[in-house]
């Protein structure tokens, strides 16, 4: 409540804290109105979805992977979302950020598709390391491609770079209640998944012996991830960090149960999300520092530590 508050308070125009809470709640049609109304509440409620669809994402996939450096980028969500917005601005003209949503969310499904296909090949099936090489082959390529669309087509770059570096300005209301079903949707697959999770964190066959269907839960798992990360992509741009450090932060307070971290990740990551948004509109104004950008700042330092401790927290 309390980021939110700033998140709806804070922006390029200083707006005193009476005067928002008293247009919050009664919109009188003034400028000031306007702005809160239009653009920070949309703004934050993005931030909210956002940020909880990027945690839930990371948790599920470091989950999933019994490995705690695992992030969604790693199923190959940000390289299909870019190669697909790159495609829609270079071959059909697409300008808007509602029209890069459904380019984007279209292009991380089909990389997650793809992934999951080529990661399923052979007699072990979908393995953990099977999708993250796969993964990482995937990515590789299509960011190879964006890269050759780009040097060809510079009209291109400059339309796509400013959706690539990842931002919650500019959008609507309208991108809200798009990715809502999606979000909800995704959120509530990966609640249910909790107890597998659990199983799975001992081990394939223990899990097996539990009672959990392991092949069930990983493809449930993916579908999660796919509309968690692919909608979140879709709405802002490739936002990294965020999946990768709130879940392990979460694992600090809670521990290694899933019951705890998968909805304790879906609080700690808006905050996370929301609070670097308001800190990039201070630091920088009138301007204001994208998100994205701020989140590599506060998350290439905790990568860093964590690949540099001696025992990273087990799954």
């Known amino acids: 409540m309390l980021v939110c508050m700033l998140s709806i308070w804070f922006g390029s125009k200083d707006i005193p804290f009476s005067s928002t809470w ?20 949309p703004r934050t409620l993005l931030g909210l979805l956002v940020g909880s669809g990027l945690g839930l994402a990371g948790a599920l996939m470091q989950a999933l992977s019994r490995n705690p450096l695992a992030e969604p980028g790693l199923l190959g969500v940000n390289a299909g979302g870019s190669f697909a917005v790159v495609l829609g601005i270079g071959l059909f ?24 296909l080529l990661g399923s090949t052979g007699r072990s099936g979908p393995t953990p ?3 993250i090489m796969a993964g990482a082959a995937v990515s590789a ?35 809200v209640t ?19 999770l659990n199983a799975l964190a001992l081990g394939e066959q223990a899990a097996t012996a539990l009672g959990a269907h392991v092949g069930r839960t990983r493809v449930v798992g993916v579908i999660a991830v796919t509309l ?3 909608a979140a992509v879709a709405a802002v741009g490739p936002i990294t960090f965020v999946g990768l450090a709130v879940p392990y932060v979460v694992r600090l307070i809670t521990g290694p149960d899933q019951r705890w971290i998968l909805p304790y990740t879906l609080l700690v990551a808006p905050i996370l999300l929301i609070g ?35 025992r990273v927290t087990k799954l």
């Open 129 to 131: 390391d099977r999708l």
């Open 178 to 196: 798009q990715l809502l079903p999606f979000f909800v949707v995704g959120i509530v697959l990966a609640l249910l998944l909790v107890r597998s």
């Open 93 to 116: 003209g697409v300008t808007s950020v509602s029209g890069y949503v459904w380019f984007a969310f279209v292009g991380a499904g089909a990389a997650t598709v793809a992934v999951y």
């Open 141 to 175: 390529v299509l960011y190879a491609l964006v890269n050759a669309f780009l040097l060809i087509d510079p009209m291109t770059f400059n339309s796509f770079r400013f959706w690539n570096v990842g931002s919650l300005s500019g959008r609507q209301m309208d991108t």
């Open 22 to 41: 008293n247009v919050l709640w009664h919109n009188d049609g003034s400028r000031d109105a306007v702005i809160i109304h239009s653009v920070r509440i």
């Open 228 to 230: 968690l990360c692919g």
């Open 276 to 310: 670097a948004d308001v800190l990039g509109r201070v630091i920088n104004q009138p301007s204001e520092l994208q998100v994205g950008i701020v989140t590599a700042f506060v998350g290439a330092p905790v990568f860093i530590w964590l690949c540099r401790r001696r």
